[in-house]
């Protein structure tokens, strides 16, 4: 069916080409208090195609695979095509970035996942989390998903290449109670291979641990404190990084780090690797969204840039080259040539010393292009050391130059959130508006 879009399109015109075609299904069951909310089957398929007269491109897709849908949507790309302005960036990649050799990157990990079995899941997480406590009186609900999909691409310039790939979880979030006030918190388990999976009952007894201790928050005075992020929040921040060193960013000036190849962004016990070949990684392809071959790398080494993320496009408008990243980063790993196996949570708040151990974000309050940083926390207070009480109703707020150029230790608590692996990390100073 790909073959036959280039071809249609090639006959109808076309200087170039590249179709894709692809097929997914789900499985998502929810429940709350003990009861079955809602079950939601999905089937989806789809084609694509984008073509190229000269330098200018136009695109369709279609959900209809007949024979007299396809040739729509290649006659709506041309249109597109005529009635688009050129540029002179606008092409397919150059055949010496393609990637020809693609091996099978294993992927795809089905689960033969019915329906009663996912809520038998979620309904064991859910009682895992309403046991643990009396205090446990209410729940956001529990949730389980399946998810397969496969596809397959080619364009005119000799290449072709697919793989399937699967992703499977689930979520719990308790509600905890004291007299009139409540907490909520929530975990889960997630991966491309369902037997990886964590055990339901011990997720649900985690998020319940979660909530109960949020319970007694209570606001601290505004000053200027050390902060720990704790892992999964760590890895919002190298999300950041990411975007902020992402091609489409970078060229249209709405970056504060434009510019910044070669130049020291954090201490130099810092590194960030991109690695597309992570086993089972949610992050990891042989090849990008153009079909250009990936590779690892050094994101950062010894805290100095030494590489974006770039697509054909971005990196043509940058009068660069490609690096295999259309689509954006990998698996990201961050890590510090500081960190040793016993600098877990608890030596990290010792490092911590007196300061706010963030748990959670909230809002939207980062600004890309001038790096500022401005969000919503709950956490916990640390003195010497120790925690303790809660914290809710602060902000914490800083530049994301200063915040990375101050970080001072990455932990050995490495969490993979998503595509992003990072140990909590604590940084020397942020201000905190408290009461």
């Not at 097929?23 to 984008?50: C, F, K, M, N």
């Not at 992402?246 to 690695?275: C, M, W």
């Amino acid at each position: 069916m790909v073959h036959e879009l280039l071809s249609r399109a090639r006959a109808s015109g076309a200087s170039d080409a590249v179709a894709e075609v692809s097929e997914s299904s789900g499985l998502s069951v929810s429940v709350r208090l003990g009861e079955l909310e809602t079950i939601e089957r999905t089937r989806d398929r789809s084609a694509s195609i984008a073509v190229y007269k000269g330098s200018r491109r136009g695109f369709a897709t279609t959900s209809d695979l007949s024979d007299s849908a396809l040739q729509e949507a290649v006659s709506r790309a041309l249109d597109l095509a005529n009635h688009t302005a050129e540029d002179p960036f606008s092409a397919l990649p150059d055949e010496d970035d393609l990637a020809h050799r693609t091996p099978d990157p294993a992927l795809f990990y089905p689960w033969a996942l019915t329906a009663e079995r996912a809520t038998e899941i979620a309904l064991s997480a859910e009682s895992a989390a309403r046991e643990a406590s009396p205090l446990i009186q209410n729940s956001e609900g529990a949730s389980v998903y399946s998810h397969h999909s496969h596809f397959f691409l080619a364009n005119t310039r000799d290449f072709e290449g697919g793989y399937a790939h699967s992703r499977h979880g689930f979520w719990v979030a308790p509600i905890a109670r004291q007299a009139d006030y409540m907490q909520r918190d929530d975990w889960s388990s997630s991966g491309r291979d369902p037997s990886g999976l964590a055990d339901p009952e011990a997720v649900g007894r985690y998020a319940a641990q979660r909530a109960l201790s949020r319970l007694g928050a209570r606001a601290i005075p505004t000053g200027t404190y050390p902060v720990l992020f704790d892992a999964p929040i760590a890895a919002g921040l190298v999300s950041s990084l990411a975007r902020a060193l992402s091609g489409g960013a970078l060229y249209r000036k709405a970056s504060f780090l434009v510019d910044s190849l070669g130049t020291q962004v954090f201490p130099d016990h810092i590194n960030l690797e991109d690695n597309p070949f992570v086993e089972k990684g949610i992050g990891s392809a042989p090849f990008d969204e153009e079909g250009v071959r990936v590779q690892r790398r050094q994101i950062i080494r010894d805290g100095i840039v030494e590489g974006y993320f770039l697509s054909t496009y971005s990196a043509r408008k940058l009068g660069m080259r490609t690096t295999g990243n259309s689509g954006g980063s990998h698996n990201l790993v961050l890590t510090s040539r500081l960190t040793n196996p016993s600098d877990q949570l608890p030596q990290m708040l010792r490092k911590l010393h007196t300061g706010l151990f963030v748990t959670e974000v909230m809002g939207q309050g980062v600004n890309g292009l001038t790096g500022d940083y401005s969000r919503g926390v709950f956490g916990y207070w640390v003195n010497c050391g120790e925690i303790v009480h809660p914290v809710e109703e602060v902000t914490i707020a800083g530049n994301l130059r200063d915040m990375f150029r101050g970080v001072v230790a990455l932990g050995a608590d490495a969490y993979v959130q998503g595509s992003r692996a990072t140990g909590s990390l604590l940084i020397d100073r942020m201000t905190i508006a408290g009461c």
